[in-house]
């Protein structure tokens, strides 16, 4: 079946350090999006990756999206306490819904 | 905020019994997704309508079912509740069908006892 997997599943950094979490797809996807969670809340997007090789910055946030759009990957320079959360990606296979990964939790060691 | 309302916030029953949970998606939205979240889990999609119609579905449990209405406004209805029914549902909307970032609500939690 159309699966995305993420890792690491865990993440814990000493602020200030860079965060990175990757997504990989067994086949190629229509796009890709990034969602965060905050303890308690709902899933917030982020960011959506259409085209082959793209990279876009979001302030100190850098998504890339793999060449054979199959692979992702969000990271994070300098980390900061507001950073901590949830971090799904979302695989698009063209067929009408969103397959999330698996998540990475990240958690901010101050 | 979001713009999409779910209520009820939290909902606490019993084995075996029927709840509806109710979405609301942002103005002009005609897509609404329904996904549930178990503990410390990622997000399990379970139906996605459009404009009324159905478009896709995961893997949805024959006891659990939705529909949207007239008004956009989702339902979704699980019965034959089980104790691995407990979870946060989360209901989300976006403009249109296809590949459109999505609006999440602020999730209902079920307690099955």
């Known amino acids: 079946g159309q699966q995305v997997m993420q890792i690491p599943q865990y993440q814990h950094v000493q602020e200030g350090e860079d965060f990175t979490t990757y997504c990989n797809s067994s086949?190629?996807?229509?796009?890709i999006q990034w969602y965060k969670q905050r303890p308690g809340g709902h899933p917030v997007f982020l960011i959506q990756?259409?085209?082959?090789?793209e990279v876009k910055k979001q302030k100190r946030l850098t998504f890339q999206f793999g060449e054979a759009k199959k692979n992702s990957s969000l990271h994070i320079t300098a980390t900061q306490t507001t950073d901590v959360g949830t971090y799904f990606c979302?695989?698009?296979?063209?067929?009408?819904?969103?397959?999330f990964g698996t998540g990475t939790r990240l958690t901010i060691i101050p | 905020d979001s713009g999409v309302t779910q209520t009820p916030k939290h909902l606490i029953t019993a084995t075996g019994q029927r709840v509806t949970l109710r979405c609301s998606p942002r103005?002009?939205?005609?897509?609404v997704y329904w996904y549930q979240q178990s503990l410390d889990q990622g997000l399990q999609f379970l139906i996605h309508?459009?404009?009324?119609?159905?478009?896709a579905k995961g893997n949805i449990l024959e006891r659990f079912s939705a529909q949207q209405f007239p008004d956009l406004h989702s339902e979704l209805n699980l019965s034959s509740l089980e104790l691995g029914d407990s979870a946060l549902y989360f209901c989300?909307?976006?403009?249109?069908?296809?590949?459109?970032?999505?609006?999440f609500g602020p999730g209902t939690r079920l307690t099955v006892t």
């Open positions: 103005s002009g939205d005609l897509s």
């Open positions: 086949t190629t996807l229509s796009n």
């Open positions: 990756l259409v085209k082959s090789g």
């Open positions: 309508y459009y404009n009324g119609e159905e478009r």
């Open positions: 979302a695989g698009d296979f063209g067929n009408e819904k969103l397959t």
């Open positions: 989300a909307s976006s403009a249109y069908s296809g590949s459109h970032e999505q609006y």
